[in-house]
């Protein structure tokens, strides 16, 4: 008999990628258990299932920086006192270096991480958390279906009291932008390509500007409730923004990077962050 459960929950994370560097995700989870029936007549209770289940995703995963622990960009990865630092070098020749609480990661036995590699280190950890009568545990992870641009992004929200604060997670997202209530695909797909895969930061949290082997490089440090967080990426990878990171100033940026760049009419911004979620702006720009 199998059980099954579609979308339990939404991993939002950051990963370490040759191809992209640091990228943002955001995974749709569904979940399938095999087994037999207990005393209920239940695999297992689908109450418990989305309480458990859905907590320990939660809490391996979601909104954290998942590492490949056998990519061959991953020069250094050093814990001490719970504190980890690592660097990671992609393809295209960018140092990215990380520093923050243990807590904070998640460490993927593989070359790349990769839907696939995330299913099967879920699938391992939550065999052991069912009961005698589950058998097996299948774990799908999977794009929401946008029909649109998307752009992946990553971030840390210094200020916030819960796992947002950690200087390295992200999201895959869509965006929306009107004129004169007429859905722009221009100006969407405009900024899905200025953020394919990109660092938005706040200019508060940069602590340095460096070169390193011809290359201009941004430091990022602070600290949060979960502890010291510190991260170092190519500019050329980062967009520096003079408010915190929210989905609500992502949205108000757009609209006023619109507004300088010569938009003009009734303009409305629908910023996603991740899944069915994020932040919506409206202004009206003079006609020339």
Not at 74 to 98: A, K, W
Request: glycine share 6%; with cysteine.
């Amino acid at each position: 008999m199998r059980l099954f459960v579609d979308n339990l929950t939404v991993i939002d994370c950051s990963v370490l990628s040759s191809q992209h560097g640091l990228s943002g995700e955001s995974w749709i989870c569904d979940f399938v258990l095999t087994g037999g029936l207990d005393s209920q007549s239940m695999v297992m209770d689908f109450g418990r299932v989305k309480k458990q289940i859905k907590a320990a995703v939660d809490e391996w995963v979601d909104h954290k920086l998942l590492v490949p622990t056998r990519a061959k960009g991953l020069n250094q990865f050093e814990l001490h006192n719970g504190i980890v630092t690592l660097t990671f070098t992609d393809e295209s020749g960018q140092d990215i270096r990380h520093v923050s609480p243990e807590s904070a990661l998640c460490l993927i036995d593989a070359e790349a991480i990769s839907a696939e590699s995330v299913q099967s280190y879920l699938e391992q950890h939550l065999k052991a958390l069912m009961p005698p009568t589950v058998e097996s545990v299948a774990v799908e992870l999977r794009h929401e279906a946008v029909g649109g641009p998307v752009y992946h992004y990553s971030h840390g929200l210094k200020k916030h009291d819960g796992h947002c604060q950690r200087i390295a997670h992200g999201h895959r997202s869509k965006i929306e932008i009107w004129q004169d209530d007429w859905l722009d695909a221009s100006l969407m797909q405009q900024w899905a390509s200025r953020w394919p895969h990109i660092y938005i930061g706040t200019q508060d949290d940069v602590v340095a500007s460096f070169e390193h082997e011809g290359r201009l490089y941004w430091r990022f440090a602070y600290a949060a409730a979960e502890g010291a967080f510190l991260l170092e990426l190519a500019q050329d990878r980062c967009e520096i923004i003079d408010t915190d990171s929210t989905v609500e100033c992502i949205a108000e940026y757009i609209l006023q990077q619109l507004q300088m760049e010569g938009a003009i009419g009734r303009l409305r911004v629908k910023a996603y962050e991740g899944v069915q979620k994020g932040a919506i702006v409206e202004s009206v720009t003079r006609r020339l």
